[in-house]
């Protein structure tokens, strides 16, 4: 059973931090790369950052460079992603979502998705 599963989410202020976890199973873990994405109500979903698994390679977005840190715990089969500094546009449902061998913006790429975990940041 392919599962991805989201958490970490919650009510947080303006400039605090989270820590989001993506957990999966079911899938050869070290074959794919893992991402996160964001979709706030009424505004389209957006790539925010991802990690190839096999060699640790990371990518983010402009806005959340230096504020989002995405990380693997291979042994745990588990992707987190740190978030610093958070702004009340950071309000988001976030999704991780798995895509074969690579990272891509592509969201149509990626082969498995999680339920998704909601941040809300207050201003």
């Known amino acids: 059973e392919v599962q991805l599963q989201a958490s970490g989410g919650g009510l947080v202020q303006a400039g605090g931090s989270l820590r989001l976890s993506c957990a999966a199973s079911g899938f050869t873990f070290d074959d794919y790369a893992i991402g996160w994405f964001r979709q706030a109500p009424g505004k389209e979903r957006e790539a925010v950052a991802c990690?190839?698994?096999?060699?640790?390679?990371?990518h983010y977005i402009d806005s959340v460079k230096g504020r989002f840190t995405i990380s693997s715990d291979n042994a745990k089969n588990t992707v987190y992603l740190q978030i610093n500094s958070l702004k009340p546009n950071d309000t988001a449902v976030y999704y991780c979502?798995?895509?074969?061998?690579?990272?891509?913006?592509?969201?149509?790429?990626?082969?498995?998705w999680g339920q998704g975990t909601q941040v809300t940041v207050s201003s």
């Open positions: 990690i190839t698994i096999s060699d640790g390679n990371t």
């Open positions: 979502a798995a895509d074969f061998l690579q990272c891509t913006w592509y969201q149509y790429d990626y082969d498995y």
